[in-house]
């Protein structure tokens, strides 16, 4: 066994209801959790020591939703929507097919790089889709590259009928012979219920196989109009709907009355000129919200969490505290995980110290890398 103390702590976040935020605080890592939390006065003694000079540490970010095996680039697609071209489902076809072409180390090497820059950044915790593929093949490899590399992976054959196939006959491959290959590699599966992809009746059916076979429910939904997507997550216990740009009164209130989480992707709607979904709408009606970074090539390509918390202040009405708890503890909720988002004990030891004294410089200075150094389950990345 072995420990250490992190000491000079400014502001420790810990998303614990009964610690809260501390100041001048410390914490004990012990076999990659945390093993004790509080003030710095009383902190145990411990094989090593840290000071962190009073810096603010919180927990690792809790990236819920991206789409990182993926080939090819679509700058193009960006330059002509910000010139006016409106976002469709469409674009998900260019890198359908520059993905199918890569080689399975491409894609791989590529993961690993998007992981890694986003782990720079203090995200310790990534959820990650399939989607890419569309074939049996593509998706199953999809999937083990995926299961090899992040701690998530969802399912999303349902991302969008391939150019050239009869819609009924890829909906029985996506919830058949697809299905069955790729269960064993996730933990999720997730549909794209949007026009342009996937109707109501038809992602019921996907998302009905897939709880058949044991897997989680996720939900693409609400992003380019209200629909039926929120009601079909909460109808269907799903873990979260993500996108929610586009929410009726009776989305909101289904939303408040239910587990499932809304999962909002800010530099999504930025990127693709949508309204940015109501995050104060739902908090205050009770609601559990994450934030995420929708990290793909064609409609949210960054990896920055900070950028979507201080979005979420600045644009969103999010107060900074709820922001980061957004990015971390709601996170870590849309994924059913109690180990991260939050730093009591018995978490997973992952830590991201601020250089800066406190949270409120995620948002005060928005844009600046402040990322001090990272841990993950205890071991230090940068």
């Known amino acids: 066994m072995s420990s250490a103390v992190v000491t000079g702590i400014g ?13 001048d605080a410390a914490l004990v890592v012990e076999d990659g959790v945390v093993a004790w939390v509080g003030p710095a006065s009383s902190a145990p003694a411990a094989d090593g020591a840290v000071d962190v000079g009073g810096r603010a540490v919180l927990p690792g970010w809790v990236d ?32 359908v097919s520059a993905t199918r072409a890569a080689s399975d180390e491409e894609l791989a090497a590529n993961l690993r790089r998007h992981v890694a820059e986003a782990a720079a950044q203090g995200t310790t915790t990534v959820e ?41 006959g890829y909906l029985d491959l996506v919830t058949g012979e697809m299905l069955d290959a790729v269960a064993p590699h996730v933990r999720w599966a997730d549909v794209f219920c949007e026009v342009g992809a996937f ?5 019921r059916t996907v998302l009905r196989a897939a709880a058949a076979r044991g897997l989680g429910l996720r939900v693409h939904g609400n992003q380019l109009g209200e629909g039926p997507g929120v009601r079909l997550a909460v109808e269907l216990g799903a873990a979260s709907v993500d996108h929610c740009a586009h929410l009726s009164a009776a989305d909101v209130d289904a939303l408040a009355g239910s587990s499932t989480v809304a999962t909002l992707l800010p530099a999504c709607d930025l990127s693709t000129r949508q309204p ?14 994450a934030l995420a ?77 402040l990322t001090w150094a990272v841990w993950r389950a205890g071991v230090r990345l940068r």
């Open 64 to 95: 819920s939703h991206t789409h990182l095996v993926f080939a090819g680039d679509r700058t193009a697609e960006f330059e002509a929507r910000v010139a006016g071209r409106p976002y469709t489902a469409g674009g998900i076809a260019v890198t």
């Open 199 to 203: 109707d109501e009746d038809q992602s």
């Open 293 to 369: 970074s929708n990290c793909n090539p064609g409609s949210s390509y960054t990896s920055s969490m900070a950028f979507c918390v201080a979005t979420a202040v600045l644009q969103m009405g999010l107060t900074v505290r709820e922001a980061v708890a957004a990015a971390t503890l709601g996170g870590a909720r849309a994924l059913r995980r109690d180990d991260v988002g939050h730093l009591g004990v018995g978490a997973r030891a992952d830590l991201h110290v601020l250089d800066a004294p406190s949270a409120t410089h995620l948002a005060y200075r928005p844009g600046v890398p």
């Open 128 to 168: 990650t889709k399939t989607g890419y593929g569309l074939t049996v093949a593509d998706e199953v490899r999809s999937a083990r590259i995926a299961a090899a590399e992040v701690d998530e992976v969802t399912f999303l054959g349902a991302h969008l009928v391939p150019p050239g196939a009869d819609a009924a």
């Open 276 to 289: 940015l979904a109501p995050a104060r709408r739902l908090l205050d009606a009770g609601a559990t919200v």
């Open 11 to 23: 502001e420790l976040t810990t998303n614990d209801p009964e610690l809260g935020r501390l100041a």
